[in-house]
């Protein structure tokens, strides 16, 4: 089996910058995209930013200049390092990471969500 936990929500004010992690261990024979999403209260959950296993990356217009998604292969760990934060990025982030347990066997897994909350 395997698991995602994620760290470094908070409480921050507008302006102010956060980096989130999320760690996978347990069965992992390869990680290939991993996502951040996020929902805010009301809204629905909305992609925030990818990577890809050769370390392309998108990210939705909202959050282009202000975030960067990076990952660190050897830790199986997805960073989101946000900055320039305003109260509209207020929101529980998820990430999720496509893994696969062997070269054939890929599943979509979830992390349990941290919430970020920015503060006027």
């Known amino acids: 089996q395997v698991q995602l936990v994620e760290s470094g929500g908070g409480l921050v004010q507008t302006g102010g910058s956060l980096r989130l992690s999320c760690a996978a261990s347990?069965?992992?024979?390869?990680?290939?995209?991993m996502n951040w999403y996020r929902q805010a209260p009301g809204k629905q959950r909305e992609l925030v930013a990818v990577i890809t296993s050769g370390g392309s990356t998108n990210y939705a217009d909202s959050v282009k200049g202000r975030f960067t998604i990076s990952r660190d292969n050897a830790k199986n760990t997805v960073y989101l390092q946000m900055n320039s934060l305003t109260p509209e990025d207020t929101g529980v982030y998820y990430c999720?990471?496509?893994?696969?347990?062997?070269?054939?066997?890929?599943?979509?897994?979830w992390g349990q969500g941290t919430q970020v909350t920015v503060s006027s």
């Open positions: 999720n990471e496509q893994i696969r347990s062997s070269m054939v066997v890929v599943q979509s897994y």
């Open positions: 347990g069965r992992i024979f390869r990680i290939d995209d």
